[in-house]
């Protein structure tokens, strides 16, 4: 990072329970693009009861357009401040996909957070046609599997009472309130919802990235012509190394952070429903359901034989890509959550 810059991140901490107090998923994307990106920051942690406080010298007051929907402030925000110039100058950002655009032009010289593998003496081009591509698939994963409101899965509602019971009362009572939620009754909803049901969906979402890391291994083709042409280089395809991140082959990037943001979230508040979502097997989501408020969501009748529930998927890949990010960054995710 250049000198004369100061870097803030501003976070929402836990106050109650064991393990990591950063659980939060947005702001674990932000966290791991400013690791990316080799930049030194200090970490400010705000309570939620601050980000919805009004009045004079509030952070309503000071974020102004940084605001989040509804006008509401929302973490992860980056302030950078400039120590160098003698003047009291600071630029504040918000919004994970802003913040990681922001830092690939602000720290050019850093590895590129939408294209991790670029190489070459200049920074990619963001207005080549790759960085374009490398950046709508970034909105895309943000809003789908990164955004609760889209329902591409249910991390949030499957984790949503360990996460309450991981802040203090008022908090507490905040995340469970129709403001936070965005709708009436909404918590009493959540408690009914069906956890096997929402686990199912869940496991399932994560298919789509089972088939990056771990593809086919020869594509559904079959030639009764000579071995070259066409067919011979879709075959050849197939002997290429599967890859290890999903933003680029060798390294992780954005794309990654959006998706280990969720797995944080249930490892840092809820390591049982962690594992039934996140292994190869549905066997660990059997019993996550089994013991869970004792058995209440316990699958019966056909959904209790093995293969007969929704949630039966394998998801080859996953673990080894949640090592891998576990170690990224000299084992920094790693450390850091345990």
Not at 50 to 69: F, I, K, M, V, Y
Not at 330 to 335: N, Q
Request: with cysteine; charged share 25%; net charge negative.
């Amino acid at each position: 990072m250049s000198t004369g810059t100061e870097v803030i991140f501003y976070d929402v901490a836990a106050s109650d329970g064991p393990g990591c107090s950063h659980i939060l998923p947005n702001p674990w994307v932000t966290r791991l693009c400013l690791v990316h990106k080799g930049i030194d920051f200090k970490t400010h942690n705000v309570s939620l009861e601050e980000l919805r406080a009004h009045g004079s010298g509030t952070l309503r007051e000071r974020l102004q357009d940084t605001l989040g929907p509804n006008d509401r402030p929302l973490v992860p925000m980056v302030e950078v401040r400039d120590t160098e110039s003698g003047k009291d100058e600071s630029t504040l950002v918000g919004d994970t996909v802003t913040i990681a655009e922001y830092l690939d032009i602000k720290f050019p010289k850093m590895p590129s957070l939408f294209q991790p593998s670029h190489t070459g003496p200049l920074p990619p081009d963001p207005n080549s046609s790759e960085y374009r591509q490398a950046h709508t698939m970034s909105i895309l994963l943000k809003e789908g599997i990164g955004n609760s409101d889209s329902q591409w899965a249910t991390h949030f509602e499957l984790c949503a009472a360990e996460i309450a019971d991981r802040f203090k009362t008022r908090d507490a009572e905040y995340l469970k309130s129709d403001a936070k939620l965005g709708m009436a009754n909404a918590w009493k909803l959540f408690e009914s919802m069906n956890r096997a049901d929402l686990l199912a969906h869940t496991r399932r979402s994560l298919l789509p990235f089972c088939a990056i890391l771990n593809p086919r291994p020869s594509p559904r083709i079959t030639s009764t012509s000579s071995p070259a042409g066409t067919a011979s280089s879709l075959l050849a395809r197939s002997s290429v190394s599967p890859p290890l991140f999903l933003a680029s082959p060798d390294r992780p990037g954005f794309l990654d952070y959006v998706l280990f943001g969720r797995y944080a979230m249930s490892y840092g508040s809820a390591p049982e429903i962690n594992k039934a979502i996140w292994s190869k097997s549905s066997k660990e989501g059997r019993e996550w359901l089994g013991s869970y408020r004792d058995g209440k969501w316990a699958l019966k009748g056909n959904a209790a034989e093995k293969g007969q529930w929704f949630g039966d998927v394998e998801l080859p890949g996953i673990e080894e890509w949640v090592e891998r990010m576990l170690d990224a960054h000299d084992g920094y995710a790693r450390k850091y959550l345990n």
